[in-house]
């Protein structure tokens, strides 16, 4: 297959803005159709069915493009080691990036990838089956949406969506379409985490009322940057893809973003999902009707939005949860699991990628440490589009956790306690926060019913 072309400038490539404007209208067109079936599902109405697994040939090859090659190099690293996958295409608006990635694909295969910058020319591809996404908050949704759209599989990473709305219209597009779509919440998978959610569950420690996460961290600032020409090789109109225009800034790409609202979701939609995942799995939980989300950035005067320290709450009814993150002081004098739950008969301690149980009298009665990674489910995905497997964290389970991060950050941006119908997942009697149920999107990217 021929390696598109990478040039990087619509300005400089006409039909390369023709192609920018079929996208935005194809990708209107998907969504409004996506938005539709969300429609007949009903808004935030509960669980929609979950999708039949596919009826592929278990033998047959599995063809794989990755988009964005920063986090993107792991999915590469994993998808190589797994027996009948080709990676075959890869794709980051930078164009920096890309020469690396092909050169790593064809040492380990022996085949080097197609390349592209823009990725909605991998959606025309028939023979591509599947897209794993570990691009920029914003683009996870739109990303998704797209892929399904045009009939392909996808892992996306966590957090999956960049605000709640997202989140509803990747499932129900998922389903439209029936497509394999896993979050990349990786612990889902490990067997050392799933036997110790297995114990919770199963009465190991009692009747289980709380349970807290923790991210403490070492994060340096990000600093004052200033607005200025992006690199050449960066194809920054295509970055910001769905979200509103602004200037490039020097210190945004390729990771503080994270910390600015307009594309990420800071810790929170970072790491906070990660803990918040086990948290409701273990708990056995949905929706919340409450969330709480309070904190700071504290540690420095930089162009950060997002909180560097903070807690949050969460109340399920009859048990409750907390999220504790604080991203620029490691807390070294402190011991602290990953996750806790707590039961009546005592704690079982995620350890990450272990875990301990300790019975009411502060005696580890028993644990275990198994392996991490990200291998495993990457396997897990391929099976699931083989036909041999279910997905360990399929879309709705995935964005059912990610809410949580969603309603918390909702609540640390109103500076209020968020309360929630968990029936109809609607927010209670607040127009302020449920404005940022959703977000404005750019000119002509915006979903549409």
């Known amino acids: 297959m021929p390696t598109p072309d990478t040039n990087h400038s619509a300005a400089q490539n006409p039909a390369r803005q023709a192609r920018g404007t079929w996208g935005r209208r194809a990708f209107l067109r998907r969504l409004s159709a996506a938005g539709a079936a969300l429609a007949i599902a009903g808004p935030r109405t509960g669980a929609l069915a979950a999708p039949a697994i596919g009826a592929r040939g278990a033998n047959d090859a599995v063809r794989v493009a990755v988009m964005g090659l920063g986090r993107g190099m792991a999915h590469v690293a994993s998808l190589l080691r797994i027996p009948g996958v080709e990676v075959c295409h890869v794709c980051d608006v930078d164009a920096r990036r890309m020469g690396p990635a092909r050169a790593e694909v064809e040492k380990q295969a022996g085949k080097a990838p197609a390349s ?174 409450q969330v709480s989300f309070g904190g700071g950035r504290y540690a420095y005067d930089d162009d950060q939005e997002t909180p560097d320290t903070g807690a949050a709450t969460f109340q399920f009814g009859n048990c409750g949860a907390s999220w504790e993150q604080s991203s620029c002081h490691g807390r070294r004098g402190e011991d602290l699991p990953f996750v806790s739950f707590y039961g009546d008969g005592g704690t079982l301690a995620i350890t990450d990628p272990g875990y301990r149980i300790i019975d009411s009298k502060g005696k580890t009665v028993a644990e275990n440490r198994g392996e991490g990674g990200d291998v495993g489910h990457f396997v897990n995905f391929i099976d699931a589009i083989r036909g041999k497997a279910a997905l360990n964290s399929e879309i709705q389970e995935g964005q059912a956790s990610t809410l949580l991060c969603h309603l918390a950050n909702i609540s640390y941006r109103t500076g209020r306690t968020i309360h929630v119908d968990p029936a109809s997942r609607k927010i209670v009697g607040d127009s302020e926060a449920e404005r940022l149920w959703s977000r404005e999107y750019r000119s002509g990217w915006a979903p549409s019913a």
């Open 116 to 289: 592209t910058q823009d990725f909605r020319r991998i959606l025309d591809d028939r023979t591509v089956d599947a897209i794993t996404i570990a691009t920029c908050n914003h683009w996870h949704a739109p990303a998704t949406i797209l892929a399904c759209t045009a009939g392909k599989h996808v892992y996306v990473e966590k957090p999956g969506s960049h605000n709640a709305a997202e989140g509803e219209l990747m499932v129900a597009v998922a389903r439209k379409h029936d497509r394999r779509v896993q979050m990349g919440n990786q612990r889902r998978t490990w067997p050392s985490i799933r036997e110790a959610i297995e114990k919770v569950r199963g009465g190991a420690i009692g009747h289980v009322t709380y349970a807290r996460a923790w991210y403490p961290s070492e994060r340096p600032s990000i600093g004052r940057g200033s607005d200025s020409p992006p690199p050449a090789e960066l194809d920054y109109t295509l970055w910001q893809g769905p979200a509103p225009e602004r200037p490039y800034r020097s210190n945004l790409i390729h990771y503080n973003w994270h910390w600015r609202w307009h594309y990420g979701g800071g810790e929170m939609a970072n790491n906070g999902v990660h803990g918040l995942d086990l948290v409701r799995w273990g708990l056995n939980v949905g929706c919340p009707t």
